[in-house]
């Protein structure tokens, strides 16, 4: 199934609610909570129920990020004068199709641990935990929703051609008539939103302490999505604009002027929409980010092949990333290089030449898939590495860029499964480009994974790749850099690595 817009439409949060069954109808409140009773808050599978949980958080961000370059496509043919063409057509119908199976898991994650609210908080400390994990994941499958309202599907249905086509009724993809419209109305409703003001109180007053900066991923991962929500601060303190005077037409237009007032109430959609890609709020930038001197370092260092490591210790992936670094990415070089090479006219170098003279060679996987960015974008980070294979020459060198730009287009792999080869995962793109290297995995649901720990531990003692260049917490490591990167890659991960 298609899935470039499946979440451009995961609207109207409804946390511990569920939606009208027709037009026209509002939620009402229940009167009694429907979800799991929180008797002893046993921890015994709740790991599993957070991993289900970022699967599904995961895929979400990412369909997030292709709905609004979608978006952005469909503007720039708008402009163009064209109209809607029957591959688009397909496509928007494909993603709302494929939204409303993504939004009825996120509804019932919403409202499956309300009835814990009503439970004291337990004295045991593990039970505490689990309890808090629980309510943080039915907030955050909440905020979610209002995210992508925010971030995607006010824009769509503030389109009139689009707005119209998404209301109407498709008996081929199973959509109902006037479906954008109910999205909408639960999202400006005021029961809706109390309801889950309410599990933010518990978590301000609660949860934080418990989750945010716990020793355990899992609990920190539900707790960053809370904090990271753009949605945070007006389902809090804000009620939305004018909804009283008219909720069917909350963001039905966005104009500046309510866009404006959300900035002021805390929500800086400007910042959300054109600062990050997935319209999650950043709490901070890099301490690499626009300094021209590092980027020219870094830039004047690189050679073609060589692999890309980065911690950003403020976004929402460095707290489920196992290990130190949380991201990894190929440098293909430029127009000189390549033409070095030999490979400047290669059929798969030929259809990304525009790109890589625009300087965008870091191939990279991302949530929205595999993209190319320039290395000013990709140096928004706190700690980066270099990394360069030893015995590497020319006719390696050139297979690794190959086979990175053979994957760029490729779907996010949300699986983290290193055998697939249709889509990919950041760590995935390392282990694909270098396919004679003998890369440590682990098992994680049944499949194996390599993390981009994994990839650096192969640049400590006697590996395969020596550290070209090294900075940690914003400044450069200029002495035994290997040495230095080693200190950083989880112990029993190099003890795997080297078989002891």
């Known amino acids: 199934m298609n899935q470039y817009l499946s979440a451009c439409l995961l609207g109207g949060a409804l946390l511990f609610s569920t939606l ?150 498709d008996q081929g993809f199973a959509i109902s008539q006037g479906e954008l419209t109910r999205i909408s109305a639960s999202f400006a409703s005021a029961v809706n939103r109390s309801r889950v003001r309410r599990g933010l109180i518990w978590y301000e007053n609660h949860g934080r302490q418990l989750l945010a900066d716990s020793a355990n991923g899992d609990e920190r991962y539900v707790a960053a999505l809370v904090a990271q929500s753009p949605s945070y601060n007006m389902v809090r303190r804000v009620r939305p604009v004018g909804y009283a005077e008219n909720l069917m037409g909350f963001f039905g237009v966005l104009s500046v002027d309510t866009l404006n007032q959300l900035k002021n109430e805390g929500v800086n959609f400007f910042s959300m929409m054109f600062g990050n890609a997935v319209g999650l709020v950043e709490s901070r930038r890099g301490k690499l980010d626009g300094r021209e001197e590092v ?30 670094w949380g991201h990894a990415a190929v440098w293909v070089g430029g127009e000189a290089e390549l033409r070095e090479l030999g490979i400047w006219e290669h059929p798969v170098v030929r259809p990304h030449q525009e790109r890589i003279r625009a300087g965008r060679g870091v191939v990279e996987a991302l949530r929205g898939g595999v993209k190319m960015n320039t290395l000013a974008h990709f140096v928004n980070v706190d700690d980066l590495a270099v990394l360069r294979q030893r015995a590497a020459g020319p006719a390696e060198r050139t297979e690794v860029v190959l086979q990175a730009l053979r994957q760029v287009g490729k779907a996010y792999d949300f699986n983290f499964d290193v055998e697939s080869t249709d889509r990919i995962v950041c760590s995935e793109l390392i282990y694909h480009a270098y396919g004679d290297i003998r890369w440590p995995t682990a098992r994680h649901l049944g499949r194996s994974t390599v993390s981009p720990d994994n990839i650096a531990v192969l640049a400590t003692g006697d590996g395969p790749f020596a550290v070209t260049v090294l900075y940690h917490d914003g400044r450069e490591i200029g002495e035994e850099p290997g040495r230095y990167l080693e200190s950083l890659v989880q112990r029993e991960v190099v003890r795997f690595a080297r078989g002891s």
């Open 295 to 324: 980027i020219g370092k870094i830039g004047g260092a690189l050679q073609a092949g060589d692999i890309l490591l980065e911690k950003t210790p403020f976004r929402l992936t460095d707290a489920f990333i196992p290990g130190h």
């Open 20 to 169: 009208p069954a027709r037009a026209g109808e509002m939620p009402v409140a229940a009167e009694v909570c429907a979800g799991e009773a929180g008797a002893d808050f046993p921890p015994a599978d709740m790991p599993g129920r957070v991993a289900g949980f970022q699967a599904l958080a995961e895929e979400t961000l990412g369909l997030r990020e292709q709905a609004i370059d979608f978006l952005a496509e469909l503007k720039a043919a708008d402009a163009r004068g064209e109209p809607l063409s029957g591959g688009q057509l397909r496509r928007l119908n494909q993603g709302a199709a494929a939204l409303l199976e993504q939004r009825r898991a996120l509804l019932a994650l919403a409202g499956r641990y309300e009835c814990w609210l009503e439970v004291p908080v337990p004295a045991d400390p593990d039970a505490a935990r689990v309890q808090a994990t629980g309510i943080t994941m039915s907030l955050a499958a909440a905020l979610i929703l209002y995210d992508n309202y925010l971030t995607a599907v006010g824009l769509y249905r503030a389109t009139p051609a689009l707005r119209q086509h998404l209301n109407r009724k």
